[in-house]
């Protein structure tokens, strides 16, 4: 099981190792007036999710079409108390958006369109925004457009490393293994759906991105670090996929999980 310190210690390191940068999170200093109001919430992140529910996760492959197809035929047969709740990565959210799904949660960068997350605090979806070194000028344009009431009631501000000033951090590295890890950690059976860590870079986390070849590079790096995060939470045993050739986890059908008790 993943913890904090180890995250810090260990798998932070040697990401940034990986992907060649240093990032010493100096500047979350310049943004704790954000965070005042989630104090004390790192240590009481298991009140967002309802031990009687399972999670699915959705990451922005190109698989996710197919994916959410099918689940919305299936949802028909599961009764409401028995739905999942739904996590969006990023990018992924416009899609379900467009689909009819409304996410409970959206863990984002805010690199997937600040248009998007606005969509998704006007739909009451709660929003975990991680800033980091790369991202600070949208997070500079994303400030002014957020109301005071939706800033308190449905954004939590997170971070990568040692959670000062109030920050969160949930563990993991991309949104999409972000996400997994804040529905595993409390211990809630999930699913991933949109995930397809060894093929071609997804077009529903690349909409809004100029790609270049050094970008779709690197972009591949993540995704090879996003599935190494996926494989040790697949120890916990509440991890699942519908194949492993897409994302780590215990195989599974849409239609079994869905029956799935927590």
Not at 128 to 150: A, K
């Amino acid at each position: 099981m993943l913890t904090l310190e180890y995250w810090v210690k260990t798998w932070l390191p040697l990401i940034f190792q990986k992907l060649d940068i240093f990032d010493d999170l100096a500047y979350l200093a310049d943004y704790k007036n954000l965070t005042t109001f989630q104090m004390g919430v790192q240590d009481r992140l298991s009140v967002f999710l309802p031990k009687n529910k399972k999670v699915i996760v959705f990451g922005g492959a190109n698989i996710l079409k197919e994916q959410v197809i099918e689940l919305k035929e299936q949802l028909k047969t599961v009764p409401s108390s028995k739905t999942p709740l739904f996590i969006a990565a990023d990018g992924s959210y416009s899609y379900l958006f467009e689909s009819g799904l409304i996410p409970e949660f959206l863990f984002t960068d805010l690199d997937g369109g600040l248009e998007m997350v606005l969509n998704a605090l006007n739909s009451g979806t709660t929003i975990f925004v991680l800033i980091h070194s790369d991202n600070l000028s949208l997070v500079e344009s994303f400030i002014p457009l957020i109301s005071l009431n939706q800033f308190r009631k449905n954004i939590y501000w997170c971070t990568q490393g040692i959670p000062h000033f109030g920050f969160i951090n949930t563990l993991g590295f991309t949104d999409g293994d972000r996400a997994a890890c804040f529905a595993i950690q409390n211990q809630i059976s999930t699913l991933l759906l949109g995930f397809e860590l060894q093929g071609e870079v997804g077009i529903y986390s690349t909409q809004s991105k100029i790609l270049s070849e050094q970008y779709l590079d690197k972009k591949r790096i993540k995704l090879s670090i996003a599935r190494d995060i996926l494989s040790e939470l697949n120890l916990t045993k509440k991890l699942f996929t519908v194949a492993d050739k897409f994302a780590p986890g215990i195989e599974i059908s849409l239609p079994n999980f869905l029956k799935l008790e927590n």
